[in-house]
T-cell receptor
Framework: DTEVTQTPKHLVMGMTNKKSLKCEQHMGHRAMYWYKQKAKKPPELMFVYSYEKLSINESVPSRFSPECPNSSLLNLHLHALQPEDSALYLC?????????????????FGPGTRLLVL | DAKTTQPNSMESNEEEPVHLPCNHSTISGTDYIHWYRQLPSQGPEYVIHGLTSNVNNRMASLAIAEDRKSSTLILHRATLRDAAVYYCILIERWGGSEKLVFGKGTKLTVNP
């Protein structure tokens, strides 16, 4: 099973709402990621969790709050978002292993949550 | 910032080979070259990666220049399903974690 699942698929929220995005993987991967992707732009890294601890925060505004309750789950809590935060939010997971080309850490992405902030 | 440069777009015909170039002139000796692609309305997916020598897998081949300052992703027979944005990425390690820093990528159009 190489699947990363994300819920919900679509989300519409007002600027005063609080909502959460959920990501789940059952591949035993030790690292999980949140990316943000605006239309016709490449994904941009937001957060990295390694062994359930936050290891990278790419200077993301505090209205985005990540949480890793266990090794299979990653949440992104949203509060007081702005319309410019409307985007596709992608989750990914990875595990380092040795391959034929040396050390390899392939990231597996979910299908994303499409967020619209009104 | 992304450390790779790619053409914005390329076009191919179905069942013909496609060569997608990537320049990474500032690559260091330990940087791996990774390729991911993103099909419409999907998350990115891993295609292939390499360090120094050429690589083949079931999806594609990766040809790496001898000086490692450029590489080429080769799709041997393009299908309509290969229409996607292809990203060439140098992996950055930061505090024990790896970062994928996506550049703008190459949008591949496959004509029937």
């Amino acid at each position: 099973d190489t699947e990363v699942t994300q819920t919900p698929k679509h989300l519409v929220m007002g600027m005063t709402n609080k909502k959460s995005l959920k990501c789940e993987q059952h591949m035993g991967h030790r690292a999980m990621y949140w990316y943000k992707q605006k239309a016709k732009k490449p994904p941009e890294l937001m957060f990295v969790y390694s062994y359930e601890k936050l290891s990278i925060n790419e200077s993301v505004p505090s209205r985005f709050s990540p949480e890793c309750p266990n090794s299979s789950l990653l949440n992104l809590h949203l509060h007081a978002l702005q319309p410019e935060d409307s985007a596709l939010y992608l989750c990914a997971s990875s595990q380092e292993r040795q391959g034929s080309q040396g050390r390899q850490e392939t990231q597996y992405f979910g299908p994303g949550t499409r967020l619209l902030v009104l | 910032d992304a450390k790779t440069t790619q053409p914005n777009s390329m076009e191919s015909n179905e069942e013909e080979p496609v060569h997608l170039p990537c320049n990474h002139s500032t690559i260091s000796g330990t940087d791996y070259i990774h390729w991911y692609r993103q099909l419409p309305s999907q998350g990115p997916e891993y295609v292939i990666h390499g360090l120094t020598s050429n690589v083949n897998n079931r999806m594609a081949s990766l040809a790496i220049a001898e000086d490692r300052k450029s590489s080429t992703l080769i799709l041997h027979r393009a299908t309509l399903r290969d229409a996607a944005v292809y990203y060439c990425i140098l992996i950055e390690r930061w505090g024990g974690s790896e970062k994928l820093v996506f550049g703008k990528g190459t949008k591949l159009t496959v004509n029937p």
